[in-house]
């Protein structure tokens, strides 16, 4: 079962933060039934916090981004239906999105505004990640919507959707402010880009235009080049968001806080005192019926390239010279820069691939990949990758970063643990072990330290404890990555969104595998149990003096 972001239902305050948004007259096209005249009402403001909570004290949200129209090709897909509505309604209902704000959702199914709106607040009412909806709140938020279908392929669709921005420019102060969000099948990304392009959408002389792009960015190295160039023809850099969800964690940006906010761990923070670092991220789910899609991506494309890649980066980057896009994108282009490559040759020595069979999870008899529907027989996609890196610079050199991801494992768990090297000398009996410092990324966000501590009694007996910090101590629930990438994008604000030599760097760390193992049947398939830990190859990835994490 997918795990939810912590939700903050039980904490956040049921009711708008500030003044909620207007709602925007947008014209009917001339194709469908006039939207209702919108009748502007601004919710309650918030009610203050009735349990005062220490941790709470001097967090705020004053952050509001211009008027703007976001509009969402492929709105009635999965991610949007069950994510995205639910982020950006979050982010209204808080009060986040200023002033004037609609959305245009976009798609390929026929509808009328009124049917997007019923189709929206059902998502909105089913979804597990909406938070808790203030009685009449769902109702305003329908009056934003708006809704355009068509054929991607065609003007048409680029050309109603032009025609909505147009008309929400009176209600949005004259500026004709937008942000696009591509969440479509890849192969979607670059005909919609130059749809509108053709009709010159992505133009920001009346205001500024922006593009967010889901992931897979690209399929290959060659693949994710040819998309960057495509989209660089029609949208500069500057207005290009590369969407990876991780980045938009909370516990995710508190790597960098932790690491960069105190002077207690960066000294520490490299060869002299760190003898590994782990990343995992392991799923219970299986494919989730995603095989068509899966197949053709497996692990590495899904998890490895971008997700892992991004908290690898940050765990290993220099302290950028300032908190700004610009700087922090900079140190973690540098440290990919530095990793040492693995070519196909050397894959074997470096990487284990994996792909789970039947097994027992939960308690419960789960089917193997080869069995789930979709799937090819004798397929070699792998579900299960373990890699371990090297990184040739100053602070690293000699420290191996082992990364592992995998579906059908035991549990949910993303977790980064920085593993210090063992004490120089054993003084007491219960033998040297090593500190570890681990973030906890989802669930049970936190942080905490293991280090050996004296037993009571006469002996001098040491024992392993743990010093925790647990992130639900602020009380305020962990908001949706989302919902944080979509203000992001419309505030301008870039530093959360991998940049194009940033993807391309991390395309070119797994190109080696792609090449070694893709098209190549796996004998060895399938090597690891549903519910298992994963192939035992990746143990030995590790060598005889370490191992991997129990979570
Ligand atoms: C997505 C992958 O990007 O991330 C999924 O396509 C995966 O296969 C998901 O399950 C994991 O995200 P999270 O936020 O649940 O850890």
Do not use: C
Request: aromatic share 10%; net charge neutral; hydrophobic share 40%.
């Amino acid at each position: 079962m997918k795990t939810a972001p912590v939700k903050a239902a039980a904490t956040k305050t049921a009711t708008p933060k500030t003044t909620a948004p207007k709602e925007i007259p947008v014209k009917a096209t001339a194709a469908k039934p006039a939207p209702k005249a919108a009748t502007p009402k601004a919710p309650k403001s918030a009610a203050p916090e009735s349990t005062p909570n220490p941790f709470r004290n001097g967090m705020r949200r004053s952050r509001a981004p211009e008027p703007a129209t976001l509009v969402i090709f492929g709105v009635t897909g999965d991610l949007s239906r069950r994510k995205l509505l639910s982020a950006v309604f979050g982010l209204w209902q808080d009060g986040l999105l200023g002033s004037a704000f609609n959305i245009v959702g976009v798609g390929r199914q026929e509808m009328t505004d009124e049917q997007f709106r019923d189709y929206a607040a059902e998502a909105l009412k089913t979804s597990k990640e909406t938070d808790a909806i203030v009685p009449g709140n769902l109702e305003k938020f329908r009056e934003l919507l708006y809704y355009e279908y068509g054929d991607f392929a065609t003007d048409e669709v680029y050309d109603r959707v032009g025609k909505q921005l147009d008309e929400a420019e009176n209600a949005h102060g004259g500026r004709k402010n937008a942000v696009f969000y591509l969440s479509t099948p890849p192969s979607l990304f670059e005909p919609i880009s130059a749809g509108l392009g053709r009709l010159g959408l992505q133009d920001e002389s009346e205001g500024w235009r922006r593009i967010i792009i889901e992931k897979p960015f690209g399929t290959t190295l060659q693949t994710a080049r040819h998309l960057n160039d495509a989209i660089h023809s029609v949208w500069d850099e500057s207005q290009v968001y590369r969407i990876d969800h991780y980045l938009g964690k909370e516990t995710v940006q508190n790597l960098m806080a932790i690491r960069f906010g105190n002077a207690i761990f960066e000294p520490v923070w490299n060869r002299s005192y760190v003898d590994h670092v782990q990343i995992t991220a392991a799923e219970d789910l299986g494919l989730e019926g995603r095989a068509g899609y899966y197949e053709e991506a497996g692990i590495i494309r899904d998890m490895l390239q971008n997700h892992l890649m991004q908290l690898f980066t940050l765990v290993a980057m220099e302290p950028p010279v300032a908190f700004d896009e610009g700087a922090i994108r900079d140190e973690k282009v540098k440290v990919l820069r530095a990793v040492k490559p693995i070519p196909a040759s050397q894959v074997k020595f470096s990487a284990v691939r994996g792909q789970y069979g039947p097994g027992t999870l939960a308690g419960e008899r789960v089917p193997g990949y080869r069995e789930e529907p979709g799937v090819a027989e004798g397929s070699s996609t792998p579900t299960f990758v373990a890699i371990k890196l090297e990184i040739e610079n100053w602070r690293w050199q000699g420290v191996p970063f082992f990364i592992r991801t995998g579906k059908r494992l035991p549990k949910k768990v993303t977790e980064i643990a920085v593993v210090f090297k063992k004490p120089p000398l054993g003084l007491f009996p219960g033998g040297l072990e090593r500190n570890v410092l681990a973030f906890r990324i989802q669930p049970d966000e936190g942080v905490s330290l293991k280090f050996s501590s004296k037993t009571p009694g006469q002996e001098n007996q040491l024992r392993e404890v743990t010093m925790d910090f647990r992130y639900d101590a602020f009380g305020a629930g962990l908001e949706s990555p989302y919902s944080r990438l979509v203000l992001d994008a419309m505030l301008g604000d870039a530093t959360l969104f991998p940049r194009e030599d940033e993807v391309d760097h991390a395309w070119q760390l797994v190109s080696g595998m792609l090449d070694a193992w893709e098209g190549k049947a796996a004998a060895e398939f399938p090597n690891y149990a549903a519910g298992s830990w994963g192939p035992e190859a990746a143990d030995e990835l590790m060598g005889p003096d370490r191992r991997w994490r129990r979570l």
